[in-house]
């Protein structure tokens, strides 16, 4: 995976699922279709990581079957996971001032890069004064794409301008790991709130005033609109809106 240029959080992943494999095998070349099962069956996942799993489990398999390893590729006949779709959950602006009054300063910035940049835990873990040009931040998000997202945040600006590096220094190739990006806002948002809702903040909020998905989902780093429509919370003068119309109509 490194020589083909995946990115060290995406083997770290891989890393992460085929050892839950291993749990449930002696070696790679008894891995059957009921060992499969079996590992994907944690009660403890959700449907998101289940098939995020799911995916690693099958690249092995085929590669491992393709290799000559495995006579038989047991993924074939593995059945699909299905996720719930998702339901836009933008975090109340209330709930957010009260977070960023509570803030220490990595915190603080945290929350920002979430609720008005539209980062992913994974990028925000990952933002470096290299990345920025003027105003606007190189984000390098899922599969290795490279959006720009204008920051308009003066704040942000200037802390990633002093950072001279990574903006959040850590142990995870000299950075903070998106892991501990997430563990830290679970500690200081209250109830169901997470570093992901800010996001669906940012997205929410994007829309409401421009009302052009393509643009909400560009700033976000989505290929397709219909991903982006699971960020976006429709503002209820939108369905009035339609009310109105089909009531005159």
Same mark, same amino acid.
């Given at each position: +995976?490194?020589?083909?240029?995946?990115?060290?959080?995406?083997?770290?992943?891989? &890393?992460?699922?085929?050892?839950?494999?291993?749990?449930?095998?002696?070696?790679?070349?008894?891995?059957?279709?009921?060992?499969?099962?079996?590992?994907?069956?944690?009660? %403890?996942?959700?449907? &998101?990581?289940?098939?995020?799993?799911?995916?690693?489990?099958?690249?092995?398999?085929?590669?491992?079957?393709? +290799?000559?390893?495995?006579? !038989?590729?047991?993924? @074939?006949?593995?059945?699909?996971?299905?996720?719930? &779709?998702? !339901?836009? @959950?933008?975090?109340?602006?209330?709930?957010?001032?009260?977070?960023?009054?509570?803030? %220490?300063? @990595?915190?603080?910035?945290?929350?920002?890069?979430?609720?008005?940049?539209?980062?992913?835990?994974?990028?925000?873990?990952?933002?470096?004064?290299? %990345?920025?040009?003027?105003?606007?931040?190189?984000?390098?998000?899922?599969?290795?794409?490279?959006?720009?997202? /204008?920051? !308009?945040?003066? &704040?942000?600006?200037?802390?990633?301008?002093?950072?001279?590096?990574?903006?959040?220094?850590?142990?995870?190739?000299?950075?903070?790991?998106?892991?501990?990006?997430?563990?830290?806002?679970?500690?200081?948002?209250? %109830?169901?709130?997470?570093?992901?809702?800010?996001?669906?903040?940012?997205?929410?909020?994007?829309?409401?005033?421009?009302?052009?998905?393509?643009?909400?989902?560009?700033?976000?780093?989505?290929?397709?609109?219909?991903?982006?429509?699971?960020?976006?919370?429709? /503002? /209820?003068?939108?369905?009035?809106?339609?009310?109105?119309?089909?009531?005159?109509?």
């Amino acid at each position: +995976m490194r020589a083909a240029g995946r990115r060290p959080s995406t083997v770290r992943l891989h &890393e992460h699922y085929l050892r839950c494999l291993a749990r449930h095998a002696a070696s790679p070349q008894v891995v059957t279709l009921g060992v499969l099962e079996r590992a994907l069956a944690r009660p %403890d996942w959700k449907p &998101e990581t289940r098939k995020s799993a799911r995916s690693v489990f099958v690249g092995f398999c085929r590669w491992m079957h393709g +290799m000559g390893y495995l006579e !038989v590729d047991p993924s @074939r006949m593995l059945r699909p996971v299905r996720v719930p &779709e998702g !339901v836009p @959950r933008p975090i109340p602006e209330h709930v957010l001032e009260r977070a960023l009054g509570l803030a %220490d300063d @990595r915190e603080r910035l945290i929350l920002l890069l979430g609720a008005h940049g539209g980062l992913r835990a994974g990028e925000i873990a990952v933002v470096n004064t290299r %990345d920025l040009a003027d105003d606007l931040l190189y984000v390098t998000g899922k599969g290795g794409k490279t959006r720009i997202v /204008p920051l !308009v945040d003066e &704040e942000l600006m200037h802390a990633i301008r002093r950072a001279q590096g990574w903006l959040f220094p850590g142990r995870t190739d000299g950075h903070l790991s998106p892991g501990h990006v997430s563990v830290l806002m679970a500690r200081l948002l209250p %109830d169901h709130w997470t570093a992901h809702t800010l996001r669906h903040r940012a997205g929410t909020v994007g829309y409401e005033a421009t009302r052009d998905i393509l643009a909400v989902g560009r700033f976000l780093g989505h290929s397709k609109p219909e991903t982006t429509m699971r960020y976006v919370q429709l /503002p /209820p003068d939108a369905l009035r809106a339609v009310a109105r119309a089909t009531s005159a109509a």
